[in-house]
């Protein structure tokens, strides 16, 4: 009864904004022929029932008869819409406080108008400007979603041995297979990685949305991604299926199991708490891998860096694989400070901000101070991958999809 009350108060809250938004439409188009007129109009409120029909599907009709994609498409494109709608109230909003304003001279100059009608121009602007997050979001989906990018960075590490000097690392994070829909587009990112030949291939967590399952068709992809040292993989906080229900608690274990086993039918190593020597001319540095630590309140703490540290104390180079940034600040720089480089993901940059050479800005810095690209404190350094896939949102605006090419080179930085 809770659900369909506040099903029920979604509904009216949206058809109040449509009203709303209807009286800029018709101050909009109140010069044009009164067909055209109507065909808009009933354009207008012919979106309307669909998006109320479809708002009904999405809470009311099982899951399981619509899908995933269907349902993802139904909340985008309910979104988008009302996004759009959002943004053409406030010019009707500031119109009716120019009336208001209006009304209120007029009243004190003793010479009041019959009516003070709404202005066509503000409303073709709110129109104009309101199109602006719509075309965003479309291009976000269907050429954002999939715009990948090789971002490469040099790290200076001291202690680098001479052998591995000029290592060259990819990284790749946050695939959630379970939100792709192009798998062209998906190949066309792989085959950006494998083009550029590294030495050693990370993957820093996130692999599905939430069931191993949904690898199924692109397993053939992702096994394209190998390398002479290896790949190797992580688990990130998505990958234990924490966020939907299972029928019981050993379907939920098999799920993990089964997502392990998908990273070794790929060729994928994944450490779970624990860590790989890889050696060069006799010279050894290691990869470490931890399960899921976040110091954020809401993802889960699953890894133990002691499990994986432990071995490596005397190799002179550590690198580690650690999904969410929040645990570089938290464990690895107060007490782990041997450990060089950490990779992470986790943030997908918000799939939406301004990324640039020369600024950066996205919502989710102000909830996590690592969000994109490379850090340092002294001489250790974390990578935040943008991450290669999306959740949520299937698409990114300004925010574009990353393949992270690190060489290591023996020295400090300046």
């Known amino acids: 009864m809770n659900k369909i009350f506040a099903i029920l108060v979604l509904m009216g809250s949206l058809l109040l904004m449509d ?3 209807f009286q800029a439409i018709k101050a909009a188009f109140i010069h044009l022929d009164t067909d055209v007129q109507t065909l808009i109009y009933q354009m207008h409120w012919g979106m309307t029932a669909m998006s109320m029909l479809a708002l009904f599907v999405y809470h009311f009709v099982d899951p399981k008869l619509t899908g995933s994609r269907l349902r993802t498409t139904i909340m985008l494109g309910i979104f988008t819409i009302y996004i759009s709608k959002f943004f053409l109230i406030f010019f ?3 119109d009716d406080l120019r009336r208001l304003l209006l009304w209120i001279w007029e009243q004190m100059m003793g010479n009041p108008s019959a009516t003070i009608g709404r202005s066509a121009l503000l409303a073709q602007i709110g129109l104009a400007i309101s199109s602006i ?3 965003a979001i479309i291009w976000g989906v269907v050429q954002g979603a999939h715009h990948y990018q090789v971002v490469k960075r040099k790290v200076y590490l001291p202690n680098l041995p001479v052998a591995f000097d000029g290592l060259r690392i990819a990284q790749i994070s946050d695939i959630h297979a379970g939100t792709f829909w192009d798998k062209k587009a998906v190949q066309h990112g792989v085959d950006l990685l494998v083009e550029e030949r590294p030495d050693v291939v990370f993957f820093t967590g996130d692999l599905v949305n939430n069931k191993a399952s949904e690898m199924e068709d692109f397993m053939d992809v992702f096994a394209e991604i190998q390398a002479p040292l290896g790949v190797y993989a992580t688990l990130g906080n998505h990958d234990y299926g924490d966020y939907i229900q299972w029928p019981n608690i050993e379907a939920k274990r098999q799920n ?6 998908i990273h070794a039918q790929m060729g994928w190593q994944i450490l779970m708490n624990e860590h790989k020597i890889l050696e060069r ?3 050894q540095i290691a990869v470490l891998g931890i399960e899921n630590w976040s110091a ?3 993802f889960p703490k699953y890894g133990s860096l002691s499990d994986a540290y432990r071995g490596t104390e005397d190799i002179p180079v550590k690198l580690l694989l650690s999904h969410d940034p929040s645990h570089w600040k938290a464990q690895v720089i107060p007490n782990y400070p ?5 990779f992470s993901g986790h943030t997908h940059g918000m799939q939406f901000g301004l990324d640039s050479k020369y600024f950066k800005w996205s919502p989710v810095k102000y909830v996590y101070k690592e969000w994109i690209d490379l850090y340092r404190e002294a001489d250790q350094y974390l990578y935040v991958n943008r991450g290669f896939g999306y959740l949520g949102f299937p ?4 925010m574009r999809p990353e393949i992270t090419l690190i060489e290591l080179k023996v020295g400090r930085a300046d």
């Open 19 to 21: 009203l709303y938004a």
């Open 92 to 94: 009707v909003i500031f």
């Open 133 to 135: 997050p719509l075309v």
């Open 256 to 261: 993990l199991q089964d997502l392990i086993g």
């Open 281 to 283: 001319e006799g010279q």
């Open 296 to 298: 954020k309140g809401n």
């Open 338 to 342: 041997d450990i060089d480089l950490t």
């Open 395 to 398: 698409g990114r605006i300004g």
